[in-house]
């Protein structure tokens, strides 16, 4: 069977993979893709940005000579 973690062949009776060590008893339901890793960081970043300038406004409405220092 083919490791799901690094794609190595094992034995059909290996419980583990013989390069990385993963359990292959247990099959994963659901393994996140390169694309997946990227829409991720895509919206984390978003989401960073996003906040960033909620907290600039929120902040100039409160501090604004600190802010206006940046
Ligand atoms: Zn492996």
């Given at each position: 069977?083919?490791?799901?973690?690094c794609g190595?062949?094992?034995k059909e009776s290996a419980k583990y993979c013989s390069k990385c060590g993963t359990?292959?008893?247990?099959?994963?339901f659901w393994m996140p893709t390169w694309k997946w890793h990227?829409?991720?960081?895509?919206?984390i970043y978003i989401i960073l940005v996003v906040l960033f300038f909620l907290l600039r406004i929120l902040l100039k409405s409160y501090v604004r000579?600190?802010?206006e220092n940046w």
């Open positions: 069977m083919k490791c799901p973690k190595q062949e094992n359990s292959l008893t247990v099959l994963p990227l829409r991720a960081l895509g919206i000579p600190i802010i």
